[in-house]
């Protein structure tokens, strides 16, 4: 079928998922459903240990056998251990046909392309795949399609028994020993566990992998005793360095500054920026800056953040403490800053991925920001944006939470280039859609700014405001004119990946790379 | 006739390697004056060749949006200024800027063959503007005739570097070691009626110490800077932009003298001011600035 | 024109192309190597075929590594290749072959 933004679904994957074509961003509003519910083992024998000596045996343990669905967090980035220690132990006890079902994987995660390879992993689900995983996917190496999810996505799936998680890995930067874990005071703090928090509550087994065990108890908990089976300590859970960065600095690149410029006028000057107003950057160059430019904003009008949400950085944070901002809600810390400010600042507040963004719970964060600042691979004239699948074809990115927040918001703002090198960001047509275009409000690149023509009330809003406003077909057109037009990527009809929507409808698929063409 | 860009608006004059593809491929999205294509001191001994080919295509086929296209050719005394010309020439540069500039002699050698290529490669005859780049003590003290040398001549650049070495000193951050030069040459492009650039500022971690430089270089008369980088424009831009007041009363003057000109009155009063048509030019270049800063939109 | 040795011109850079030619063999042999292969390989081969055209090289090895170089970069690099492999730096035909 050809869905509600003009993508070919194959009917046999649908049929396959039992799913339906994406129908638009509130086709499920008020649908009721049964929620999925975990098969769990009771501790009742106040004697019982739930300290195992490794993860062989937290897998032995958890009966591990082959076809079962790991889940994993990726709180700890690019500095994670804890996927490769437990697929190593998953592989050397000779078990196949394992599904990772991930909150995102990244470049520290190349090892799993080669059980790709062996059969060992033959699904993933995730909402980001990177490096060899990527490559993997799209050369058709994985058996089932790989499915990507949004952060909302993801907990919504899991929650309406989309995907059943047979034994949850929870990395923790402390545990005590009875499973109580947290995301700070341990030597590798990622800040919160956010995205392990559903995990926790659906899954059949539940095991806390730790660097750091201390005192019971480990108060207050991310992750309760609760729903906690066993406790792993490890030497380490990942690279520090890498899990959250030192101090993510200001950029100096004038044209990233230029773009910042004008989505900071484009907030101030929109009728949502009123005190109260709730925002989410990213931690790109462009959108970290607008929230540098914001402040002084804020300050001459007196107007005050109600909540910020996100990747959580300094800048932020320090906003915080001045009383600019109000509240903090943090699903992701990403420097150091943020994980002092969440220590240390009463009204700095972990949230789970569901509270964040799920959609099909009763009521999200998502749903209650104004702006949200945004970046993409490709943006196509429809508005639909890529941020899955590179120029080569292969997937490597993450919806994040970008599909989550674009349709809750009510100004999403996406902040790309015109071009990178020789490819164009606007194009005729995204080669992935990820995040529909009716949910995306503003383009905004260093050669002008397009506003969807959806959204007539923006652009009455700014018929003031002096920038360089165009149309998302002239962008195109001027990408066009310095790059050339680009051929279409060639792809073969298998398809090795669906992009589902953040409410469980097919927004698109990736097909397999042809690479002899 | 004069050429009609040759007093075009260049408070900004942008520096860039011709050699780096990433650079030269699209520098108007900064909203600089004028870029300057560096064939000299940017590109290696062994490249210049190579930056010849790429400088060949930009200016033939990258649209750079009516942003002036200013060619840093090598100087009078390398093996690489005759070809520097012919493909500036060929490629429809706006302007050439001549390094190391001595005397109106070295100008008129440029033009020399210039006018050769003009001719060679089927261009207007004194389409092509050129600007003097003073960076030496002789250079400067022949300021006056430098500017005097030449219709093509937009007008003449300080290179400090060299300048200060020539000098026997260096650049010291207080600007003592240049004042002189920039007195000198900024009085003889206004006595000539051209143009006059102050030189580069390469210190980008000091803005602070840059905005200033570039304020007292205003006081002092400049036209404009040679910038190393786009972080430099919008202070310049900011410093040039006239003041609200300075504005109103432009325009005012601008209107009255046309409408007393009519009239034939030739000395009259604007907010309290004796005004007279020596006022006219200056009001005109206020409004030139303040229209180029997107803040007025009068065309008068 | 024939190409006399082996000549390069151009970086690695991001923007940049690498473009290496040799003596050939009899006939013109064009290697592409682009990280924008899929989207711009044919015009990559065309522009850099249509320069050596112009420049008149039937007989050839040319190397290109591209690292989503425009047009006018690309054409920049071959040009610049071939007349080094002649030794030729001055007179060029700036508006003829080289266009």
Redesign the interface.
């Given at each position: 079928m050809i869905n509600k933004i003009g993508r070919e679904i194959p009917d046999e994957i649908l049929k396959q998922y039992g799913k339906e074509g994406y129908q638009g961003p509130n086709y499920r509003d008020n649908v009721r459903y049964k929620k999925a519910a975990p098969m769990v083992r009771g501790v009742v024998d106040p004697k019982q240990d739930k300290m195992v000596s490794n993860i062989r045996e937290a897998l032995e343990k958890c009966k591990i056998q082959d076809g079962m669905v790991l889940s994993f967090h990726h709180h700890f980035r690019d500095g994670d251990y804890v996927v490769n220690m437990v697929m190593a132990e998953v592989a050397a006890m000779g078990i196949r046909d394992i599904t990772i079902c991930a909150s995102s994987l990244g470049a520290a995660h190349d090892p799993i392309a080669e059980y790709i390879e062996q059969g060992i992993v033959t699904g993933i689900q995730s909402s980001g795949v990177r490096g060899k995983i990527g490559e993997a996917i799209s050369r058709g190496k994985l058996k089932t399609p790989a499915i990507i999810r949004s952060h909302g996505g993801r907990v919504r799936a899991i929650e309406e028994g989309d995907v059943h998680i047979d034994i949850a890995f929870i990395g923790a930067p402390t545990s005590d020993a009875y499973g109580n874990a947290r995301g700070v005071g341990g030597k590798s703090d990622c800040g919160v566990l956010s995205y392990s928090m559903v995990d926790a509550q659906y899954a059949d087994n539940v095991v806390v992998i730790t660097d750091c065990l201390v005192p019971f108890p480990n108060f207050p908990a991310s992750i309760s005793m609760t729903n906690v089976d066993y406790v792993c300590v490890v030497d380490e859970i990942g690279n520090p360095d890498k899990i959250i960065s030192n101090a993510i600095r200001m950029t100096k690149d004038v044209r990233e500054l230029m773009m910042a410029k004008y989505c900071t006028r484009l907030i101030a000057d929109s009728p949502y920026f009123q005190d109260g107003f709730s925002f989410q950057t990213g931690a790109g160059g462009a959108s970290l800056a607008v929230n540098t430019m914001l402040r002084p904003i804020m300050e001459e009008k007196n107007i005050h953040m109600g909540f910020s949400i996100g990747g959580i950085t300094q800048p932020i944070c320090e906003m915080l403490k001045d009383g600019l901002v109000r509240n903090i809600v943090d699903a992701q810390c990403f420097d150091r800053a943020s994980i002092e400010s969440i220590k240390n600042d009463a009204r700095h507040f972990e949230i789970s991925t569901s509270e964040y963004a799920n959609p099909m719970n009763k009521g999200t964060f998502a749903n209650k920001l104004d702006f949200v600042i945004l970046g993409a691979l490709e943006v196509d004239i429809d508005y639909n944006v890529n941020v899955v699948t590179g120029s080569d074809g292969i997937v490597r990115g993450a919806p994040g939470g970008h599909p989550d927040i674009a349709a809750g918001s009510k100004c999403s703002i996406i902040i790309a280039p015109l071009v990178r090198g020789r490819i164009p960001t606007i194009c005729d047509r995204v080669v992935t859609a990820v995040t529909p275009g009716e949910t995306v409000d503003i383009i905004v690149t260093d050669y002008g700014i397009a506003i969807n023509p959806r959204r007539t009330d923006l652009i009455e809003a700014y018929k003031n405001t002096h920038l360089p406003f165009c149309t998302i077909e002239e962008l195109r057109d001027m990408a066009y004119e310095i790059v050339g037009t680009p051929d279409e990527i060639p792809f073969k009809d298998r398809v090795v990946g669906i992009i589902e929507n953040r409410d469980g409808t097919i927004l698109d698929v990736v097909r397999e790379l042809d690479e002899e063409c | 006739m004069m050429h009609p860009n040759k007093k075009r608006l260049r408070r900004s004059m942008m520096f860039l390697n011709c050699q780096?593809?990433?650079l030269i491929?699209?520098p108007y999205?900064?909203g600089t004056d004028s870029i300057i294509l560096d064939l000299e001191d940017a590109v290696a001994e062994n490249q210049?060749?190579?930056a010849?080919?790429?400088l060949?295509?930009?200016l033939?086929?990258?649209?750079y949006r009516g942003v002036e296209r200013v060619v840093r050719m090598n100087g009078l005394d390398t093996p690489h200024w005759?070809?520097d010309i012919?493909?500036c020439v060929?490629?429809g540069a706006d302007t050439i800027r001549i390094a190391k500039t001595e005397s109106a002699q070295d100008v008129h050698v440029v033009e020399e063959h210039v006018l050769a290529a003009e001719r060679e490669?089927g261009r207007p005859e004194g389409s092509t503007l050129l600007m003097a780049a003073l960076e030496s003590c002789r250079g400067v003290m022949n300021a006056l005739e430098v500017c005097n040398s030449s219709d093509r001549l937009i007008g003449i650049a300080l290179s400090g570097g060299d300048y200060t070495r020539d000098l026997q000193t260096v650049i010291s951050g207080t600007g003592v070691e240049l004042q002189g030069a920039r007195q000198q040459m900024v009085i003889a492009a206004r006595a000539a009626k051209v143009q006059c650039w102050d030189t580069v500022f390469t210190d980008l971690d000091n803005m602070e110490a840059f905005e200033k430089e570039v304020r007292m270089i205003k006081m002092m008369g400049f036209d404009g800077k040679s910038l190393v980088?786009?972080?430099q424009?919008e202070i310049v831009h900011e410093v040039f932009t006239p003041t609200k007041k300075e504005i109103i009363f432009a325009d005012k003057i601008v209107r009255e003298i046309d409408e007393k000109k009519a009239q034939g009155i030739g000395v009259f009063m604007v907010d309290g001011k004796m005004i007279d048509i020596a006022f006219y030019e200056g009001a005109v270049r206020t409004l030139k600035l303040a229209k180029a800063a997107?803040i007025y939109e009068e065309d008068l | 024109m024939v190409v006399q040795k082996s000549a390069v011109a151009g970086t690695l850079e991001s923007s940049d192309a690498q473009v290496t030619v040799e003596p050939g063999s009899g006939t013109l042999e064009l290697i592409v190597e682009s990280n924008v292969i899929h989207q711009f390989g044919r015009q990559i081969r065309k522009t850099v075929l249509d320069v050596l055209e112009r420049l008149e090289v039937t007989d050839a090895k040319v190397v290109v590594v591209d690292k989503g170089a425009l047009d006018c970069t690309l054409k920049a690099r071959v040009e610049c290749a071939v007349y080094r492999s002649n030794d030729i730096t001055e007179t060029l035909p700036w508006g003829g072959a080289i266009k």
């Open positions: - | 780096k593809p990433g491929k699209d999205i900064y210049k060749d190579s010849r080919y790429s060949y295509h930009a033939k086929e990258i649209n005759k070809e012919r493909v060929a490629g490669f980088n786009p972080r424009i997107g | -």
